[in-house]
């Protein structure tokens, strides 16, 4: 079945430098999008989502971007944190109803 | 959004047995969900609960195997039934109309 995917499973950073998560998904249909962060024995945490209706959306540090003519979606993290080292994840639905995740990027920050 | 508390947040158990795990959320939310997240992995949906009605379950899983409870809009239960080691994984559940709230997990592991 269709299914969301990410590029690269580990992402090392240096603390203070931009992060870029990328993720590819492959339902032509799906219309709303998020991305997650999950540090160790937590829950998945809401980090920001968009609408397939827009191209980009800001939060806090973070930048979603939506990329609907080759189905890519990418968070960037501002000056990333030693805080931010964690698995991101990518999910997708449509009619909003029910999410598809991709597999996930590990993230750590070097100080 | 939505508090969502999960109990218990760990357990270890034999196999052959059954664990129910309760997820309780501080608001009225029409729709729950409960997903598998095997270690190292991302998350895969298990099924809907609805109030009121049977849950709907994703494919590969069944209700003799994992039975969901729905007894008001703010509390579900999941069973995970007669217990292999293969069933260690954190279970989840979620809110949100996408599902996109989640709860802490809980962690199981099964001897």
């Known amino acids: 079945g269709e299914s969301v995917g990410l590029h690269l499973p580990t992402l090392s950073v240096q603390e203070g430098d931009n992060s870029i998560i990328n993720c590819a998904y492959s339902?032509?249909?799906?219309?709303?999008f998020i991305w997650y962060k999950q540090e160790s024995g937590k829950g998945p945490q809401f980090i920001i989502d968009?609408?397939?209706?827009?191209d980009k959306r800001q939060g806090q540090r973070v930048t979603v971007l939506l990329n609907k003519t080759v189905k890519h979606l990418s968070l960037q993290i501002a000056a990333t944190q030693p805080g931010d080292s964690a698995v991101y994840f990518c999910a997708e639905s449509t009619n909003d109803y029910k999410l598809s995740f991709g597999a996930g990027t590990t993230v750590t920050v070097r100080a | 959004s939505a508090v969502i508390s999960q109990k218990p947040s760990r357990d270890i158990c034999q196999r052959g047995t059954s664990l129910t795990i309760q997820c309780q959320v501080d608001?009225?939310?029409?729709?729950m969900f409960w997903y598998r997240q095997q270690p190292g992995q991302s998350l895969t949906l298990i099924a809907t609960a609805n109030q009121g009605s049977e849950a709907t379950y994703e494919s590969g899983f069944v209700i003799d195997k994992f039975p969901i409870s729905r007894p008001n809009l703010t509390f579900s239960t999941l069973t995970v039934s007669n217990m292999s080691p293969e069933d260690s994984s954190i279970y989840l559940c979620?809110?949100?109309?996408?599902?996109?709230?989640f709860g802490p997990g809980t962690r199981l592991t099964v001897l």
């Open positions: 979620s809110v949100g109309v996408s599902g996109q709230f």
């Open positions: 968009i609408r397939s209706n827009m």
């Open positions: 339902n032509s249909a799906s219309d709303y």
């Open positions: 608001s009225q939310v029409t729709m």
